[in-house]
């Protein structure tokens, strides 16, 4: 429970420290004397967004502390440890939070720093706040399937549905990272295929290099090959004046000079190496004027060859080793692609799984919801029937979603009917202010017993209410602290008789300054809040009386 309370230089209050007790306790005080800022102060504490003007004029920094006495400490010290802070210890959790002038701050929790993240978090599990703008929170699907949920004893479903249905989306992202945009998948493999379709129908090699530019040289040229290299064949050895005949007539005069002149003998052998040379040079020449081929369509042919390579060469190139290179690229894209159809064939397998999964588990989930509807239909109609809605019915659709969603497999709907002969519509089509807070409070008695909370807080839960409705409202707020400790902030004393500790706040001014004081009342000073909240401050000795026929009647109920 939340033991104690602590504020300073917090708007209108200079210092103020609250003691709360278990059960029911109220709190009270004309408007406008600073309840809001209790509950200010507990936000904070909550991890609201901090605000510098709220700091009490005049002072540097407000400080607001909360110490709660906890019976089982378990959930908290889990939290507190995955948050690296200090379990508590001897079952009390200290919070505290300072707010400077200067937009500075400072958040403890177990005396260690903190953030306000932490504290978003860990307030869950120690209060549960409703006021005006809380009970609203009623109207959202969402609550309201958490609300069934709870009452349902779901959670473990619910938790295993929403654990598949996680898995199920990151093998959607998965897949959708291996895939991108379908579409251009199958538009890249296409223009994958084209490009590979159109190199290997060319199917170049290296030879469509220098060596086809060779070829093709040669064959443009045959006319002149053959021309040029008869002549030069005839002046060799087949002309009348060959070179070959000039040798010969060299060599014998070579051999008349021997005797004479001694290294001509040297210089003969030297002339025998040419002839031979020189006949060597021309059959060479003579077999490949032979294989010289002169057939026009063979032109044609390596002309056709060349301009395909070169048409390769502007389009994947500059280069032949570029068009090679690109087309050895483009094939192990495509193997990839290949490779990966396969991964995504995988995946999809899998996504169906998954999904298969995930319907078995929702349906486990909305049978056990659908099996606790009934009871909660008949618990809150019969807490609302309590609470003045004397013919007031209170029925729970579920319907099927199109698809599944993280939430499960159907929305739920809480639906009200204030008077016979209407029919039921979802609850934020037509409940008031007033009605929400009666049906918030229907539902926190039936769920007390599911909800781990320390404490509850209500803030003017009976406004736009009075008479026989507050005071059920009270017999209700009693009857919920059996179960868990709560607050209240009321004007109703039909309510506030029923608390089981009253404390009021109140307004004064101090040397021109406006100062608010918390007391919790003892037994003459709370009839005399009571009768106030009866009569105005001028109230009678009737009205006195009154209010303590009512505090001694609230003490039989």
Same mark, same amino acid.
């Given at each position: 429970?939340l033991s104690r309370l602590s504020v300073r230089?917090?708007?209108?209050?200079?210092?103020?420290?609250?003691?709360?007790?278990?059960?029911?306790?109220?709190?009270?005080?004309?408007? #406008?004397?600073?309840?809001?800022?209790?509950?200010?102060? %507990?936000?904070?504490?909550? #991890?609201?967004?901090?605000?510098?003007?709220?700091?009490?004029?005049?002072?540097? +920094? =407000?400080?607001?502390?909360?110490?709660?006495?906890?019976?089982?400490?378990?959930?908290?010290?889990?939290?507190?440890?995955?948050?690296?802070?200090?379990?508590?210890?001897?079952?009390?959790?200290?919070?505290?939070?300072?707010?400077?002038?200067?937009?500075?701050?400072?958040?403890?929790?177990?005396?260690?720093?903190?953030?306000?993240? =932490?504290?978003?978090?860990?307030?869950?599990?120690?209060?549960?706040?409703?006021?005006?703008?809380?009970?609203?929170?009623?109207?959202?699907?969402?609550?309201?399937?958490?609300?069934?949920?709870?009452?349902?004893?779901?959670?473990?479903?619910?938790?295993?549905?929403?654990?598949?249905?996680?898995?199920?989306?990151?093998?959607?992202?998965?897949?959708?990272?291996?895939?991108?945009?379908?579409?251009?998948?199958?538009?890249?493999?296409?223009?994958?295929?084209?490009?590979?379709?159109?190199?290997?129908?060319?199917?170049?090699?290296?030879?469509?290099?220098?060596?086809?530019?060779?070829? @093709?040289?040669?064959?443009?040229?045959?006319?002149?090959?053959?021309?040029?290299?008869?002549?030069?064949?005839?002046?060799?050895?087949?002309?009348?004046?060959? %070179?070959?005949?000039?040798?010969?007539?060299?060599?014998?005069?070579?051999?008349?000079?021997?005797?004479?002149?001694?290294?001509?003998?040297?210089?003969?052998?030297?002339?025998?190496?040419?002839?031979?040379?020189?006949?060597?040079?021309?059959?060479?020449?003579?077999?490949?004027?032979?294989?010289?081929? =002169?057939?026009?369509?063979?032109?044609?042919?390596?002309?056709?060859?060349?301009?395909?390579?070169?048409?390769?060469?502007?389009?994947? #190139?500059?280069?032949?080793?570029?068009?090679?290179?690109?087309?050895?690229?483009?094939?192990?894209?495509?193997?990839?692609?290949?490779?990966?159809?396969?991964a995504v064939f995988n995946l999809e397998q899998?996504?169906?799984?998954? +999904?298969?999964?995930?319907?078995?588990?929702?349906?486990?989930?909305?049978?056990?919801?659908?099996?606790?509807?009934?009871?909660?239909?008949?618990?809150?109609?019969?807490?609302?029937?309590?609470?003045?809605?004397?013919?007031?019915?209170?029925?729970?659709?579920?319907?099927?979603?199109?698809?599944? =969603?993280? @939430?499960?497999?159907?929305?739920?709907?809480?639906?009200? +009917?204030?008077?016979p002969g209407e029919a039921a519509r979802p609850?934020?089509?037509?409940?008031?202010?007033?009605?929400?807070?009666?049906?918030?409070?229907?539902?926190?008695?039936?769920?007390?017993? @599911?909800?781990?909370?320390?404490?509850?807080?209500?803030?003017?839960?009976?406004?736009?209410?009075?008479?026989?409705?507050?005071?059920?409202?009270?017999?209700?707020?009693?009857?919920?602290?059996?179960?868990?400790?709560?607050?209240?902030?009321?004007?109703?004393?039909?309510?506030?008789?029923?608390?089981?500790?009253?404390?009021?706040?109140?307004?004064?001014?101090?040397?021109?300054?406006?100062?608010?004081?918390?007391?919790?009342?003892?037994?003459?000073?709370?009839?005399? +809040?009571?009768?106030?909240?009866?009569?105005?401050?001028?109230?009678?000795?009737?009205?006195?009386?009154?209010?303590?026929?009512?505090?001694?009647?609230?003490?039989?109920?």
């Amino acid at each position: 429970m939340l033991s104690r309370l602590s504020v300073r230089n917090l708007a209108v209050v200079e210092t103020a420290e609250i003691r709360f007790k278990p059960g029911l306790n109220v709190i009270t005080g004309e408007t #406008g004397a600073g309840k809001s800022v209790l509950m200010g102060a %507990l936000r904070l504490l909550q #991890g609201a967004r901090a605000d510098r003007t709220v700091i009490r004029t005049g002072a540097d +920094e =407000t400080t607001v502390s909360a110490l709660y006495e906890l019976a089982d400490t378990r959930t908290i010290d889990t939290f507190l440890t995955a948050s690296d802070l200090p379990p508590c210890e001897d079952g009390i959790l200290l919070l505290r939070r300072t707010l400077r002038s200067d937009g500075t701050g400072r958040i403890r929790i177990n005396d260690t720093p903190a953030t306000a993240s =932490t504290l978003r978090k860990l307030a869950p599990l120690l209060t549960d706040i409703h006021g005006p703008d809380d009970n609203l929170t009623l109207l959202d699907e969402h609550f309201q399937l958490q609300l069934l949920t709870a009452y349902a004893g779901a959670l473990p479903e619910q938790d295993a549905y929403q654990r598949q249905w996680h898995t199920l989306q990151a093998l959607k992202a998965e897949l959708q990272a291996l895939i991108g945009d379908p579409a251009q998948r199958d538009y890249e493999i296409q223009r994958l295929r084209d490009t590979l379709t159109d190199i290997n129908t060319v199917n170049p090699t290296l030879d469509d290099g220098e060596l086809l530019l060779e070829q @093709h040289t040669q064959a443009a040229n045959t006319e002149a090959i053959l021309a040029t290299g008869n002549q030069v064949l005839s002046g060799l050895t087949e002309g009348e004046h060959a %070179l070959a005949e000039q040798l010969v007539t060299l060599h014998r005069q070579l051999r008349e000079l021997i005797p004479l002149l001694p290294e001509a003998n040297q210089w003969s052998i030297e002339l025998d190496a040419i002839q031979t040379q020189l006949q060597a040079l021309s059959g060479a020449l003579s077999d490949r004027l032979s294989h010289v081929d =002169t057939d026009p369509a063979a032109l044609i042919q390596l002309e056709a060859r060349l301009g395909q390579i070169q048409r390769l060469r502007r389009r994947y #190139g500059p280069s032949l080793e570029d068009v090679l290179q690109h087309r050895d690229e483009v094939q192990a894209r495509l193997n990839a692609l290949a490779d990966s159809e396969a991964a995504v064939f995988n995946l999809e397998q899998r996504i169906a799984q998954a +999904e298969v999964a995930l319907n078995v588990l929702g349906e486990a989930f909305r049978q056990k919801l659908q099996h606790a509807i009934p009871k909660l239909q008949q618990a809150i109609t019969a807490e609302l029937r309590d609470l003045g809605f004397l013919q007031a019915s209170f029925p729970i659709r579920l319907e099927a979603l199109a698809e599944p =969603t993280r @939430h499960g497999l159907d929305r739920v709907i809480f639906c009200f +009917e204030p008077n016979p002969g209407e029919a039921a519509r979802p609850l934020a089509a037509i409940a008031s202010s007033g009605e929400i807070a009666r049906v918030m409070l229907a539902i926190k008695v039936i769920l007390a017993q @599911h909800d781990a909370t320390a404490t509850l807080i209500f803030d003017e839960l009976d406004a736009n209410i009075g008479g026989e409705t507050a005071r059920k409202v009270g017999i209700k707020l009693r009857t919920l602290a059996n179960q868990t400790q709560i607050l209240c902030i009321t004007h109703q004393p039909q309510a506030a008789v029923y608390g089981q500790h009253h404390h009021c706040v109140q307004k004064t001014i101090q040397d021109g300054r406006t100062v608010t004081t918390i007391t919790l009342l003892n037994k003459d000073a709370r009839i005399r +809040e009571v009768a106030r909240m009866l009569g105005g401050e001028d109230f009678t000795s009737v009205t006195r009386e009154h209010a303590l026929e009512m505090l001694q009647h609230a003490s039989l109920d």
